[in-house]
């Protein structure tokens, strides 16, 4: 019944960057399962047109964080009670999600709180990895294929930055609030000489909140070339199809990075766990290496340069 024509299905994910990737291939999953039902994604502001451009929804609807017992919360239920759903997937599995379900019930709903119609009951899916997590609650709601996640539909222009010949990708930033994920910025400055030496460009990518970051990086040598806040969603993939390799933090663009095929070396501390949020490769292929030292700071840049994809072979 659901399955069929006419069929009314709402998809939750709301962020932050990186599980937002992980779920593209879930989410490609659910669009092929319900081929025509009318599909709807509830995300953040950042994500909209990103997700608008992948061609998985017929509609996305912002403003799915409003503060608790706000205006805004209230309208957000009844949204959501007057969607008429006839079933959600809810990918965000959080106590916020979980509250949703109690503002639309009775509704089919697949996901990890109690009472769902089709529940997520593997005892083991907090130890798993984020995609094999969304997996395993998917078959459990009928969905048994679920693909690699897939960028290729982004082919946002790059040509304004004027990239030509090698370059590496560095992401150096990530969240401000947990700084033990961070590789630190001098061991990112001597990588990047090191890169030029090789007679690699090195390109600093990051949001504007990290401009102070990524302008003392950038200052270490007149032939980093500085992106940061310049590049959207779309362009990271961009120019992550076009790059060498990259390197980066434990932080969303990597994610990006990775899965549209660009040889990706992602640095672990011992605040995050790779074996639960690591990237993945996407279908467009490339290798995703790790590197972890409960201290970032106690990785050497040597390391980093030896076991980075893409580098230049003596």
């Known amino acids: 019944m659901v399955e069929g024509t006419g069929a009314n299905i709402l998809v939750i994910r709301l962020g932050a960057l990186g599980d937002f990737v992980l779920s593209l291939g879930p989410m490609a999953a659910i669009r092929q399962h319900h081929r025509t039902a009318r599909i709807t994604l509830l995300t953040t502001r950042p994500f909209a047109g990103f997700a608008a451009q992948s061609g998985y929804f017929d509609d ?70 984020t995609i094999d997590r969304q997996k395993g609650q998917l078959a459990a709601a009928g ?35 947990r700084p033990a994920k961070r590789w630190p910025s001098d061991h990112y400055a ?19 909140d990290e401009a102070s970051l990524l302008a003392g990086i950038s200052a270490a040598d007149p032939g980093i070339i500085n992106l940061g806040g310049q590049t959207g969603f779309g362009q990271i993939a961009a120019l992550a199809r076009r790059a060498a390799g990259a390197v980066g933090n434990d932080t969303g663009p990597m994610h990006l990075i990775a899965m549209a095929g660009c040889p990706s070396l992602v640095l672990f501390s011992g605040d995050s766990d790779p074996a639960l ?12 290496e790790i590197l972890r030292r409960t201290r970032l700071a106690d990785l050497e840049v040597g390391a980093v340069f030896e076991t980075l994809p893409g580098r230049p072979t003596p």
């Open 60 to 129: 996305v609807w912002t403003g799915g964080r409003p503060r608790r017992l706000s205006p805004d919360w209230f309208r957000l239920g009844q949204r959501l009670r007057g969607g008429n759903f006839d079933r959600v997937y809810d990918l965000q599995t959080s106590g916020r999600s979980k509250a949703y379900f109690k503002m639309m019930k009775p509704v089919a709903w697949s996901g990890h709180v109690q009472g769902a119609s089709h529940p997520d009951t593997d005892p083991m899916r907090d130890s798993l990895h």
């Open 143 to 177: 969905i048994t294929d679920v693909p690699a996640g897939d960028l290729s539909w982004v082919d946002d222009s790059v040509e304004e930055f004027g990239l030509t010949g090698d370059y590496v990708l560095l992401v150096p930033g990530g969240s401000a609030h």
């Open 190 to 208: 001597n990588l990047a000489r090191r890169l030029l030496r090789a007679g690699q460009k090195p390109v600093l990518i990051g949001g504007p």
């Open 277 to 288: 949020c690591a990237p993945r490769p996407g279908q467009q292929g490339g290798e995703v």
